[in-house]
Structures are given as structure tokens and as C-alpha cells.
């Protein structure tokens, strides 16, 4: 019996551990996403050879700067065997006419320009290539790349609408641009000046390291950089284009598509970006991202589609957490603001933000992303309204941590509509419609969070789902509308989610349920009136014990001795 009894509660307990093991755990899992591969592939030993590449490239850009020879004419310097053009501040911009004719470019057969050596614009000269209809070729291949970079200068890369200036790298050898990265490849840049891109295709520059990446602007803590696109295109790039410390940098009518990386990237303390009427699809990473200290972002009417990671990404996590070598600020950052546009098709969310303070979204459509709206850890004010999210998602709008407003959206399909975990949230006049399994849940330490006059429709295991709140957090219910939710707790989700936030309810069924089953066993088999009490045939055929009286003396005759 004991076999049997071990054997049952075995049993029991497996059985009950089955959702624990296989089936999702009522969104207290942490769930730690696959890091995305690197954007460029290669043996280690192509990663160190690019990175030396970009040493190289910053101590030959400081080593100019450091030689830099006030007041004389352009001039070309050689380092390390490579020629430079220095083009030094006097008056008029430089056009691609003096690229030309101070033999820094040469004019090929069908009329494009090829680079042939790498040029630096120095503090205060400007450089204003205006080539409408023509193509920029920048020389690209195993044997050395050049560059075009402008140091506290003005730069101009332009077109016209209709005649547009085509920059591209090129390898004279194979007649076409590079595409190898293993090698380095030619790039543009801009430190602590204004640079201009417009009506401008830019396409196979950059590798490695952001400010190599294709078209980058760069400030520094004393003087940031600046500029502006307009209707210019940004493709097959490492980053599309990168900024880090920029300020006051406006886009507008831009498409960044099919980068390495992220399709748009402002990192370290880029502030007042304004981006407008722009799309980012089909990229390595993310589509559009702000990092590192960057604030003061706007979205107006763009599109993020078919991104490998996130549509738009902000993180406005502090730069250090305590005492830091370089005595970052503790500080988070904000003023997000994302107002319409559509994020569609992405490998993981529509939109991620992530310790964002003062984070805006008005009347964007979401669809068709692993998730819709994510944030996470966001402090007052943060607001999501009017946004329309569909497709089959697995959260709509999820707030986790922090604090958020959700206001008038509307989320069609997915498993959850809207998640609210371990924060504080008001959930007010929003429609839900053909969720899977939970139409409003929120879960956790959820404190303060009140869910009002919303109208859910689905079917699943709860339209309103508040059993996973912590014990003696109560949330503010009213209003809601839920007679379009048809609730089916023969749902897996549900029991899974249920068991191990009732932990003691695998006790209590083995404690209660086994002496149960072997009592309902025992209704089943009755013993026959006059059965012996052992039915084992061991027990049967053992002999009957010998009596012996204890204390009698016993005679031994001497015969049988």
C-alpha cells in the first residue's frame, strides 16, 4: 500500500506540475528575449580587424585636427602612407569642382565622381556639394576606403526634387558597391558642425561602429552637432544614419530601409530631434531609436514596418546608477512624443519605451507586431490615447512598472488586450474586441490602478482579470462593459496561469485527493463477506505458527537425545 500511495502522489503531483513546466505562467514569468544576432557577420577575428580600423580612424582624424595649418591654402597631408585633402577655412564654400581639381576625385565615363582620397573639411571651411543628377562615388575596397568627414565645418550632401545626388562606396575592381564590411568601407561624418542632406539617396556606406556607420553626425560636450534631411533616403547602410550628441536635428520625408542596423539611431545625449513624415522599414534592428541620454524626441505621421526588433525604441534609462568614473548624471530621460503614424510588422514591439518620463502617444495605428505598445518602468505623465492596435499580438498595450494613462484606444485581436503588471495605471473608455484570453488584466502590485468604463469583447478565461492581483491591493472597478466577452475556462492559458499562483492547491489535492481516490478504489472492489484478511498467496500457505508454553519444564528422553 505504501508503493501504491508514494505511486499516487507522484502522479498527483506531476500531473499538477505540468502547466509549471510547459505552459505560460500568468505573465509572472520573466521572459528574457533572445538577443538578436549581430548585425554583422564574421569570425572573431573580422570584428577586431574592423574595430582597429575605426581606432585607426580616430587617431588620424585627431592627428589632423592637431596639424591643422591656419590660414593657408587647401592642402593634402599624408599618415600612415594615406592621403589626406584638407580643405582649410577661406571665405566661399568648396564645391565638388575643387574635389576635382585639387585631385581628390576624378570625373569617370558615364560623368559620376569617384573619391579617390579621403577628404577633411576643417573648423570653419565649408563644403557644399550641390550635384543635382549626379552620383558622389566614394572608393571602397580590400586594399583601403576613404572618407568624407568635416570637423566643426559646414557640410551640404543635396539634390534637387526630381534631380536627385546619388552617394554610394564603390570598388573600382568589381564596378559596383562594396558590400563587404570585413574591410572597412567608406563613410561620412560630421563633428560638432551642421550637416545638410536633401533630396539625396544614400546607399552601402559605413561599417563597424556608429560613427563610422554611413552618415553620422557627431557633437562632443562642448559643441554639438546639427543639421537636417529632407527628402533623402538612407539604404543598405551599417546604421542608416546615426546621431550622438546632436541637437536641434530635424528629419523630414526621409526613408531609412534595409540597414545592418537601425534604420535611424540617436545615441548619447542627442536632444530636440524632430522627425516627420519619414519611414523605417525592413532593418537589422530597430527602425527608429533613441538611447543613451537622448531626449526631447518627436514622431509626427511615421511609418515603422517590417523591423527586425522594435518599429520605434526609446530608452530613458540614467546613463549610471550611482558614483560613475565619468560622473554621469542619476537622472532619467523623456519628452517622447509620438503623434499618429503606423507601426506595423515588426519583429517584437510596434513601440518600446522604456524608463521614458513624459511619454506621448496620440492616435497611432499598431498592427500586425509580436507586441503593440510596451512600456516599461514609465514615470507621470505618460499617456497612450486614440491609438488602434490589431493583428494577433500577444499584448496590445502593456504597462510594466511605473506608471502610464490609457485613454480611447482600441485593441482588436492578440491574446491580451491591454496588461497592466506591477504598476500604476487608469484604464478609462477604451474598446476591446476579440481577445484570446484576456480582454483588461492586471496583475501584480498594481496599487492605485483603476479600470473604468471600458467595453471588452473576446472570449477566454476572463474579460476583466484581477485574480492575479497581490493579496489586499484592491483595483478600482466600474463601468466596464462586458457582455460581449464569452468566458471559456476549459482554456489551457487560464489553468495554466492559475496553478502556480495557488501553489497550495497542489497540496491540498495530494493531502485530500489520494485518500479520496483510495476510498473510491475501495467502493469499487468491496471484500466479500468471510475473506480472510490477507489475500496474498504468501500470507495463506505460511504454516501455523507453534504453540509453546513458556515456563513448563520439557523432558528429553535419553533415547531421543
Not at 565649408?126 to 566643426?152: C, I, N, T, Y
Request: glycine content about 12%; charged content about 20%.
Amino acid at each position: 500500500m505504501n508503493r501504491r500511495l508514494i505511486g499516487a502522489a507522484a502522479v498527483t503531483a506531476a500531473a499538477l506540475a505540468v502547466p509549471l513546466a510547459t505552459g505560460p505562467l500568468a505573465d509572472r514569468t520573466v521572459r528574457v528575449a533572445a538577443p538578436l544576432a549581430a548585425p554583422v557577420a564574421g569570425v572573431p577575428a573580422a570584428a577586431d580587424r574592423q574595430s582597429a580600423l575605426v581606432a585607426a580612424e580616430d587617431r588620424r582624424l585627431l592627428t589632423l585636427v592637431s596639424t591643422i595649418r591656419p590660414g593657408s591654402a587647401p592642402y593634402t597631408i599624408a599618415l600612415d602612407g594615406v592621403d589626406t585633402l584638407v580643405l582649410t577655412a577661406g571665405g566661399l564654400p568648396y564645391g565638388l569642382a575643387d574635389l576635382t581639381a585639387r585631385g581628390a576625385a576624378t570625373v569617370e565615363p558615364d560623368g559620376a565622381v569617384l573619391l579617390t582620397r579621403h577628404v577633411f573639411v576643417a573648423p570653419g571651411a565649408r563644403l557644399d556639394l550641390h550635384a543635382p543628377g549626379r552620383a558622389l562615388r566614394m572608393r571602397s575596397e580590400a586594399a583601403g576606403f576613404v572618407s568624407l568627414v568635416a570637423w566643426k565645418a559646414d557640410l551640404t550632401l543635396a539634390g534637387v526634387d526630381g534631380e536627385r545626388l546619388t552617394v554610394t562606396s564603390w570598388d573600382p575592381a568589381a564596378r559596383g558597391p562594396d558590400r563587404a564590411v570585413e574591410d572597412g568601407r567608406a563613410y561620412v561624418r560630421d563633428v560638432s558642425g551642421a550637416m545638410t542632406v536633401r533630396h539625396t539617396d544614400v546607399t552601402f556606406l559605413g561599417f563597424w561602429a556608429g560613427r563610422t556607420g554611413g552618415v553620422a553626425w557627431t557633437g562632443s560636450s562642448r559643441q554639438e552637432a546639427t543639421g537636417s534631411v529632407t527628402d533623402s533616403s538612407f539604404r543598405n547602410n551599417h546604421y542608416g544614419a546615426f546621431a550622438s550628441r546632436g541637437e536641434r536635428l530635424t528629419v523630414s520625408g526621409a526613408t531609412f530601409a534595409g540597414n545592418a542596423v537601425d534604420g535611424l539611431c540617436l545615441h548619447r545625449s542627442t536632444a530636440e530631434t524632430t522627425i516627420r513624415s519619414s519611414t523605417a522599414r525592413d532593418n537589422g534592428r530597430h527602425g527608429f531609436a533613441a538611447d543613451q541620454g537622448s531626449e526631447a524626441v518627436s514622431f509626427t505621421d511615421v511609418t515603422a514596418a517590417g523591423n527586425r526588433a522594435h518599429g520605434i525604441f526609446f530608452s530613458g534609462s540614467p546613463l549610471a546608477e550611482g558614483p560613475s568614473a565619468g560622473g554621469a548624471p542619476l537622472h532619467g530621460y523623456g519628452e517622447v512624443v509620438i503623434t499618429g503614424g503606423v507601426l506595423r510588422g515588426n519583429g517584437r514591439a510596434g513601440l518600446r519605451v522604456v524608463d521614458g518620463a513624459d511619454v506621448t502617444v496620440a492616435g497611432t495605428r499598431v498592427a500586425d507586431n509580436r507586441d503593440g505598445i510596451v512600456l516599461v518602468d514609465t514615470a507621470a505623465p505618460t499617456t497612450v490615447q486614440d491609438a488602434v492596435v490589431t493583428g494577433a499580438h500577444r499584448f496590445g498595450i502593456s504597462v510594466d512598472g511605473g506608471s502610464a494613462a490609457l485613454a480611447g484606444n482600441e485593441v482588436t485581436g492578440g491574446q491580451t488586450a491591454i496588461r497592466v503588471r506591477d504598476a500604476t495605471a487608469t484604464v478609462v473608455r477604451n474598446t476591446v474586441a476579440k481577445a484570446t484570453e484576456h480582454g483588461i488584466s492586471v496583475v501584480g502590485r498594481a496599487a492605485g490602478s483603476a479600470v473604468e468604463r471600458n467595453t471588452v469583447g473576446g472570449r477566454g478565461p476572463s474579460g476583466l482579470d484581477t485574480f492575479r492581483l497581490d493579496a489586499g491591493l484592491p483595483v478600482e472597478l466600474s463601468g466596464n462593459d462586458v457582455e460581449g466577452w464569452e468566458t471559456d475556462r476549459d482554456n489551457w492559458a487560464y489553468w495554466a496561469a492559475f496553478v502556480p499562483n495557488h501553489p497550495m492547491l497542489v497540496l491540498w489535492v495530494v493531502v485530500l485527493g489520494i485518500p479520496a481516490g483510495l476510498a473510491l478504489r475501495g467502493r469499487r472492489h468491496p471484500l466479500v463477506p468471510g475473506t480472510a484478511p490477507y489475500r496474498d498467496v504468501l500470507r495463506q500457505e505460511r504454516p501455523p505458527a507453534v504453540r509453546v508454553d513458556v515456563g513448563r519444564r520439557v523432558v528429553i528422553s535419553e533415547k531421543a537425545a
